[in-house]
């Protein structure tokens, strides 16, 4: 057993109240084997990869922090579809998967398998190609740990299904162990959040708050449905005038938010996923930074560079003193306290600013080196949650020299979605293959 680390069992607490399951969807072109034999094979694969072969363990009445336990692979965490469908329909349907979320305690991740989709992005228009959907629970990863695991899973040499074993500890011993665990160390964590917090109180006034943007109408509850749409662009094209993928696609989104949102638009930020430096001290090694879009610089090449300088400078402060002692303060806090303030928080409250009236979550999964069972990959994508306060999310996902960026929304904040994408396509132009 391992214990969860402070930010890992926050990501878990938070997605009973708010789903936040991960989806990495990657495209394949088709197998040399039948669709069934593969999902048997990713199942087997999955007992080679150690972050796929866990699930949670909740510390009875909320006494810890909950605990990772061992727990093997079974073939109905693959779940294998055959109809042949188009792949606006399959975005459909993955849309639709978002309204089944996972629970950890039974399992921590789930694969669909679609073993026919045509029209796929990049493909041509009457090719069959395969899509393999990972959905994984936010509490075992960030985006770039989950994308590691996603390129374990493809890579492992298939685990004998008697290599593989649950944790062998019975469970009512492993509640009370835990339980003890936690009673004993409440005392000392009690003590030690208050020195950190004394800590982090007296460096507070040295950090920089970040900027605030005012409500869009992007920015409410979107309801339980999904609206998901992909571009999927080349690499160097889309990095010619010199800016990084993220800063160019920031960029382009500079240019189409506004546009889509009318006149009123004058000021807007996004709210960027920045991985930490350093040695991981949790599963979820990131934190969300506001990056300002600079609507005033006309300049397209100059708004970049202000871009990307804040990126960089977003990154650096991480490390400023106030912000770690802030950090060492949370990790402290007793579970009990953690848990209670992620249940208390009132979802229906509406902030007077938000860190940006978009997300957006952009990752590097590697080399275009991986296969399924003969087939080589085209493109991967995902789609980042969204929240009460946040009806639109981007995803910017990079696999070789391909780079799809995605649009996550519902129909009820932006029925006209298709409006937006065709404004961001325009504003990706130079990207375009």
Known sequence: MQRMAAADAASYWMSERIPNDQFLLYCFAAPSIPTEETARRLVARAGGVEDLCLRVHDVPAG????????????????????????????????????????????????????????????????????????????????????????????????????????????????DAATVALGLARLPIEFLDTMRRGVEAARLAGRATPGPGYPLTHLNTDPGPKRALRVLVLDRHRLTAAGHPVTTAVLTAI???????????????????????????????????????????????????????????????????????????????????????????????????????????????????????????????????ALSPVQGLTHGVHGLGDRVAVSVTTSPDVMPDVDRYVALLDGALGRGRE
Do not use: C, M
């Not at 950890?104 to 694969?111: E, G, K, Q, S, Y």
């Not at 990972?134 to 990863?141: P, R």
């Not at 240019?255 to 930490?276: D, F, I, K, M």
């Not at 007077?352 to 590697?366: E, I, L, Q």
């Open 63 to 174: 006494a810890d922090r909950p605990y990772w336990v061992r727990a093997a692979p079974t073939e109905d965490q693959v779940r294998v579809d055959t109809t042949t469908r188009t792949w606006s329909s399959l975005l459909d349907t993955v849309a639709g998967l978002v309204g089944d979320a996972l629970v950890p305690t039974d399992a921590a991740w789930r694969l669909h398998l679609f073993g026919s989709v045509t029209g796929v992005p990049t493909a041509g228009a009457d090719e069959v190609n395969t899509v393999v959907v990972l959905q994984i629970s936010h509490a075992l990863g960030d985006g770039r740990r989950v994308s590691q695991a996603a390129r374990d899973l493809f890579d492992a040499p298939p685990v004998r299904r008697d290599g593989r074993r649950d944790d062998p500890v019975p469970g009512p011993i492993r």
């Open 254 to 384: 500079s240019r189409a938010l506004p546009e889509y949102l009318g006149e009123h638009a004058v000021r807007l930020g996004v709210e960027l996923t920045v991985g930490r430096t350093g040695e991981p001290d949790a599963r979820n090694h990131f934190r969300n930074v506001g990056i300002d879009l600079h609507l005033d610089v006309d300049d397209l090449d100059e708004r970049a560079r202000l871009i990307r300088e804040e990126i960089v400078a977003a990154r650096d402060a991480d490390t400023d003193p106030a912000r770690v002692a802030q950090r060492r303060a949370t990790q402290a806090t007793p579970a009990i306290l953690a848990r209670w303030g992620v249940r208390g928080f009132d979802l229906q409250a509406r902030p007077a600013t938000v860190t940006g009236v978009t997300v957006v979550s952009s990752v590097h999964r590697g080399a275009a080196d991986l296969e399924l069972d003969g087939g080589k990959v085209l493109f991967t994508t995902g789609f980042p």
